[in-house]
């Protein structure tokens, strides 16, 4: 079973700023949070991946709680190309390689 | 800067033939994956590689299943008598092991139809 809770679907208008939140209430202390995006009929997409600190990348920003008990995937200026559904996974690190991707959230970003 | 690549991207195929699916990983990645993605469905792990060595393998991946990476390169997934279960995505995913979190990507993936 997946580590994490998304919820099923958003909406957000083009232009404003797409926040996603990820529940990982039992994660690890040596667990990273990863997000993926998978756009219609693709491979999923890295996006990008955290610890404890808050991380930026060119494509997107991870806040996580000080806690690590959840996380948010903020998209700071939604496009239509942004549309797709978002993983958050916890890493199965330990003795494991594998990503055990949830439902994910999908994103509708609105003209 | 070449991604995973992965061949064909489509196959339909009649029920009870066998299939082959290429992987190409990103060069310098040394740790190879494969997932599959039903309908409505998040990627399902199969199974990983580190060079050759298949390390790691899912319940998902059945006796009809045989994944190989003969020389530590491109990987070949291969489905014998295939049965209309088995239409899905097939992804692949590599990664470095050099990396510190591994982190893994993905390839566009082959979608195979069963008929």
């Known amino acids: 079973d997946a580590k994490t809770t998304q919820p099923t679907s958003m909406d957000c208008a083009e232009g404003r700023a797409a926040n996603l939140p990820c529940n990982h209430s039992?994660?690890?202390?040596?667990?990273?949070v990863y997000w993926y995006r998978q756009i219609h009929s693709q491979g999923p997409q890295y996006i990008i991946h955290?610890?404890?600190n808050n991380e930026t990348n060119e494509m997107a920003s991870l806040i996580i709680t000080e806690d690590r008990k959840s996380s948010t995937l903020i998209l700071p200026h939604a496009t239509l190309r942004d549309t797709a559904v978002y993983y958050c996974?916890?890493?199965?690190?330990?003795?494991?390689?594998?990503?055990?991707f949830g439902k994910g959230t999908k994103l509708s970003v609105i003209p | 800067d070449t991604g995973v690549s992965q061949d064909p991207r489509h196959k339909i195929t009649k029920r009870g033939q066998n299939v082959t699916f290429r992987c190409d990983p990103i060069s310098e990645h040394n740790r190879l994956y494969w997932y599959r993605q039903t309908l409505g469905q998040g990627p399902e792990f199969l199974t990983y590689f580190q060079n050759e060595a298949q390390l790691e393998k899912s319940r998902l991946l059945s006796d009809r299943f045989s994944a190989e990476r003969p020389k530590g390169s491109f990987s070949t997934l291969e489905i014998q008598r295939t049965e209309q279960g088995d239409s899905a995505m097939y992804l692949c995913?590599?990664?470095?092991?050099?990396?510190?979190?591994?982190?893994?990507?993905f390839g566009p993936g082959t979608r195979l139809t069963v008929l």
């Open positions: 996974i916890v890493d199965a690190w330990a003795g494991s390689y594998q990503l055990t």
């Open positions: 995913a590599s990664s470095s092991r050099d990396s510190s979190t591994d982190t893994q990507y």
């Open positions: 039992t994660i690890s202390g040596n667990e990273y």
């Open positions: 955290g610890l404890k």
